[in-house]
Protein backbone atom coordinates (compact mmCIF):
# COMPACT_ATOMS: atom_id res chain seq x y z
CA UNK A 1 0.00 0.00 0.00
CA UNK A 2 1.03 3.54 -0.71
CA UNK A 3 -0.26 6.47 1.07
CA UNK A 4 0.14 10.37 0.05
CA UNK A 5 0.48 13.01 1.95
CA UNK A 6 0.55 16.94 0.71
CA UNK A 7 0.91 20.09 1.80
CA UNK A 8 1.12 23.99 0.51
CA UNK A 9 -2.56 24.73 -0.20
CA UNK A 10 -4.14 28.12 0.75
CA UNK A 11 -5.12 31.69 -0.26
CA UNK A 12 -3.44 33.68 -2.95
CA UNK A 13 -3.94 36.84 -4.65
CA UNK A 14 -4.36 36.70 -8.79
CA UNK A 15 -0.12 36.53 -10.23
CA UNK A 16 1.00 35.46 -6.59
CA UNK A 17 2.62 32.05 -6.52
CA UNK A 18 2.50 28.54 -4.25
CA UNK A 19 4.05 25.72 -4.04
CA UNK A 20 2.91 22.14 -3.20
CA UNK A 21 4.24 18.93 -1.90
CA UNK A 22 3.52 15.64 -1.61
CA UNK A 23 5.50 12.83 0.20
CA UNK A 24 5.01 9.50 -0.96
CA UNK A 25 5.62 6.33 1.79
CA UNK A 26 4.95 2.56 2.05
CA UNK A 27 5.56 -0.01 -1.22
CA UNK A 28 6.55 2.22 -4.04
CA UNK A 29 7.61 0.47 -7.24
CA UNK A 30 10.39 2.66 -8.23
CA UNK A 31 9.01 3.05 -12.27
CA UNK A 32 6.39 5.38 -11.70
CA UNK A 33 4.46 8.32 -12.56
CA UNK A 34 3.54 11.11 -10.25
CA UNK A 35 1.51 14.58 -10.26
CA UNK A 36 -1.07 16.71 -9.87
CA UNK A 37 -5.02 16.90 -11.03
CA UNK A 38 -7.01 19.49 -10.20
CA UNK A 39 -11.19 19.55 -9.88
CA UNK A 40 -12.64 23.03 -9.52
CA UNK A 41 -16.60 23.04 -8.30
CA UNK A 42 -18.86 21.41 -11.08
CA UNK A 43 -16.02 20.45 -13.43
CA UNK A 44 -14.26 17.26 -14.18
CA UNK A 45 -10.95 16.30 -12.51
CA UNK A 46 -8.28 17.41 -14.90
CA UNK A 47 -4.38 16.73 -15.30
CA UNK A 48 -2.43 19.79 -13.89
CA UNK A 49 1.23 18.15 -14.26
CA UNK A 50 2.80 14.43 -14.14
CA UNK A 51 7.03 13.74 -13.96
CA UNK A 52 7.87 10.29 -14.64
CA UNK A 53 10.51 8.44 -12.00
CA UNK A 54 13.20 9.45 -15.21
CA UNK A 55 11.72 12.95 -15.34
CA UNK A 56 10.17 13.43 -18.29
CA UNK A 57 7.18 15.66 -18.00
CA UNK A 58 3.54 16.72 -19.08
CA UNK A 59 1.71 19.89 -18.38
CA UNK A 60 -2.18 20.88 -19.15
CA UNK A 61 -2.02 23.45 -21.84
CA UNK A 62 -3.40 26.35 -19.67
CA UNK A 63 -0.71 26.04 -16.84
CA UNK A 64 2.46 25.82 -19.06
CA UNK A 65 4.75 28.51 -18.45
CA UNK A 66 3.61 29.06 -15.08
CA UNK A 67 3.65 25.77 -13.58
CA UNK A 68 7.09 23.42 -12.89
CA UNK A 69 6.19 20.26 -11.72
CA UNK A 70 9.56 18.70 -10.24
CA UNK A 71 10.58 15.00 -7.98
CA UNK A 72 13.21 13.33 -5.64
CA UNK A 73 13.23 9.75 -6.70
CA UNK A 74 15.16 9.41 -3.26
CA UNK A 75 12.60 11.26 -1.30
CA UNK A 76 9.84 9.89 -3.21
CA UNK A 77 8.64 13.52 -3.17
CA UNK A 78 7.06 15.34 -6.39
CA UNK A 79 6.34 19.37 -5.95
CA UNK A 80 4.21 21.86 -7.94
CA UNK A 81 5.87 25.38 -7.98
CA UNK A 82 2.70 27.46 -9.30
CA UNK A 83 3.95 30.91 -10.58
CA UNK A 84 1.72 33.80 -11.93
CA UNK A 85 -2.06 32.00 -10.54
CA UNK A 86 -4.83 33.35 -11.83
CA UNK A 87 -8.52 33.05 -10.18
CA UNK A 88 -9.14 30.04 -12.98
CA UNK A 89 -6.74 27.90 -11.04
CA UNK A 90 -8.97 27.40 -8.42
CA UNK A 91 -9.82 24.20 -7.28
CA UNK A 92 -8.70 20.79 -4.89
CA UNK A 93 -5.34 19.75 -6.19
CA UNK A 94 -4.65 16.03 -5.60
CA UNK A 95 -1.21 14.18 -5.85
CA UNK A 96 -1.50 11.24 -7.66
CA UNK A 97 1.16 7.87 -8.18
CA UNK A 98 0.46 5.77 -10.72
CA UNK A 99 3.18 2.21 -10.97
CA UNK A 100 1.54 1.05 -13.65
CA UNK A 101 -0.70 -1.64 -11.51
CA UNK A 102 -2.42 0.68 -9.24
CA UNK A 103 -3.44 4.28 -8.60
CA UNK A 104 -2.68 6.23 -5.13
CA UNK A 105 -4.16 9.37 -4.86
CA UNK A 106 -3.33 12.25 -1.85
CA UNK A 107 -6.53 13.68 0.35
CA UNK A 108 -6.47 17.12 -1.58
CA UNK A 109 -5.36 20.48 -0.63
CA UNK A 110 -7.41 23.11 -1.57
CA UNK A 111 -5.77 26.10 -3.80
CA UNK A 112 -7.74 30.00 -3.82
CA UNK A 113 -6.70 32.43 -6.11
CA UNK A 114 -8.99 35.27 -5.05
CA UNK A 115 -8.08 38.69 -4.37
Known amino acids: QVQLVESGGGLVQPGGSLRLSCAAS????????MGWYRQAPGKQRELVAG???????KYEDSVKGRFTISRDNAKNTVWLQMNSLKPEDTAVYYC?????????WGQGTQVTVSS
Open 26 to 33: GNIFSINV
Open 51 to 57: ITSVGTT
Open 96 to 104: FLSDGKSDY
